[in-house]
T-cell receptor, first 115, second 116 residues
Framework: GAGVSQSPSNKVTEKGKDVELRCDPI?????LYWYRQRLGQGLEFLIY????????KSGLPSDRFSAERTGESVSTLTIQRTQQEDSAVYLC?????????????FGPGTRLTVL | AQKVTQAQTEISVVEKEDVTLDCVYE???????LFWYKQPPSGELVFLIR??????QNEISGRYSWNFQKSTSSFNFTITASQVVDSAVYFC?????????????FGKGTHLIIQP
């Protein structure tokens, strides 16, 4: 498809396990973003990639969170030793560049539940 | 730091009524961009509009209109003659001139319920 895709759509895991979330941006989009949406809340910005590099990782909630992007395409968000507070929908977005006026196109999200 | 406030957590109106969703923002930048996104029950955010800080003209798109007022730091969204399909969570967001590196700052959203 032409839009942003994310997998899995749902993930249930046990506390303490590691999880990996995947994002496929729109082809040709150089900028990629990860957000977290807790139940009933707005979106919380986590990290931004321009190409394969992330200039600023300070938005990641803790050192258990990491993200990478390869080939200026797919990105993975990894959460190690998951905690119940990590339960949320994780949204990925891409845009044609990292300029602030560019529209971001969002994927459907991955709903993570930590038991 | 930037901040977006959507004071209305939930609004419920009867179909065909007009409804206004409020958005108030804070930023120290003189150049910034404001956005509205719609999140229907399916969950996927849909872009509605972008406005830059130098353009205070109001915009109308069909039943949707936006009122941007820098003097009050507000960017309100009005739906005229609402329809059931308008039911969704609506988010206002801000992007500063530093570029995408900061991502979008979102408000907490307004859940709009249109009753038939």
């Amino acid at each position: 498809g032409a839009g942003v895709s994310q997998s899995p759509s749902n993930k249930v895991t046990e506390k303490g396990k590691d999880v990996e979330l995947r994002c496929d941006p729109i082809s040709g989009h150089t900028a990629l973003y990860w957000y977290r949406q807790r139940l009933g809340q707005g979106l919380e910005f986590l990290i931004y990639f321009q190409g394969n590099s992330a200039p600023d990782k300070s938005g990641l909630p803790s050192d258990r969170f990491s993200a990478e992007r390869t080939g200026e395409s797919v990105s993975t968000l990894t959460i190690q030793r998951t905690q119940q507070e990590d339960s949320a929908v994780y949204l990925c977005a891409s845009s044609s560049s990292g300029l602030s006026y560019n529209e971001q196109f969002f994927g459907p999200g991955t709903r993570l539940t930590v038991l | 730091a930037q901040k977006v406030t959507q004071a209305q957590t939930e609004i419920s109106v009867v179909e065909k009524e007009d409804v206004t969703l409020d958005c108030v923002y804070e930023t120290r930048d003189t150049t910034y961009y404001l956005f509205w996104y719609k999140q229907p029950p399916s969950g996927e955010l849909v872009f509605l509009i972008r406005r830059n800080s130098f353009d205070e003209q109001n915009e109308i798109s069909g039943r949707y209109s936006w009122n941007f007022q820098k003097s009050t730091s507000s960017f309100n969204f009005t739906i005229t003659a609402s329809q059931v399909v308008d039911s969704a969570v609506y988010f206002c967001a801000l992007s500063e001139a530093r570029g995408g590196a900061d991502g979008l700052t979102f408000g907490k959203g307004t859940h709009l319920i249109i009753q038939p």
